[in-house]
């Protein structure tokens, strides 16, 4: 797959280019966006939030 081929040289590519201190803010937003989608994703923890909205007095319907 030369598409995966291209993106994985990007990222090699912007790895030379970047500081370690860059590369370890992306993955911590990276890690953090996954975090929020997989909860956003997952319905038991959706009501759990859901609950603990209601729980913190934030009315949402
Ligand atoms: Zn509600």
């Known amino acids: 797959m030369s598409q995966t081929e291209t993106v994985h040289d990007r990222i090699e590519q912007a790895r030379t280019e970047?500081?370690?201190t860059q590369i370890a803010v992306g993955l911590a937003?990276?890690?953090s966006l996954g975090f929020v989608l997989m909860f956003l994703q997952d319905p038991m923890v959706h009501d759990a939030?859901?609950?603990f909205r209601h729980g913190a007095g934030i009315t949402c319907h």
């Open 18 to 20: 970047l500081t370690p």
């Open 29 to 31: 937003l990276a890690a």
């Open 49 to 51: 939030m859901h609950t």
